[in-house]
């Protein structure tokens, strides 16, 4: 069973840049597809990008195309999330999560898919 933990996370301005990690412990790390969510106070939890278990693909919400950046390292068993161009609107715990797939290149924005999380990291964003 992998287990998953975030760091990164911080105060910043806004228009600037933070980059999140997940560490994963387990040597099946890359049979797993990994995304980022995230919540809001008073907010539910939200797709923020994934990758696949190749890391050949990538799909990201709306909201945060062409400012984050998601990326892994199967060999360190590390995910990260270049996070450039902070809104306040960013603002929110940031969670990593995982699950097991059979295809390389299979990602899902499903929350219900994903079967382990880690603990979250905070990302406040000011005006």
Known sequence: QV??????????????????SCAASGRTFSNYAVGWFRQAPGAEREFVAGISRSGISTDYAESVKGRFTMSRDNAKNTVDLQ??????????????????????????TAIYEYDIWGQGTQVTVSS
């Not at 301005?13 to 980059?19: E, F, K, N, P």
């Open 83 to 108: 996070m450039n161009s902070l809104k306040p609107e960013d603002t929110a715990v940031y969670y990593c999560a995982a699950t097991s797939v059979l295809r390389p290149i299979w990602i899902t």
């Open 3 to 20: 287990q998953l933990v975030e760091s990164g996370g911080g105060l910043v301005q806004a228009g600037g840049s933070l980059r999140l």
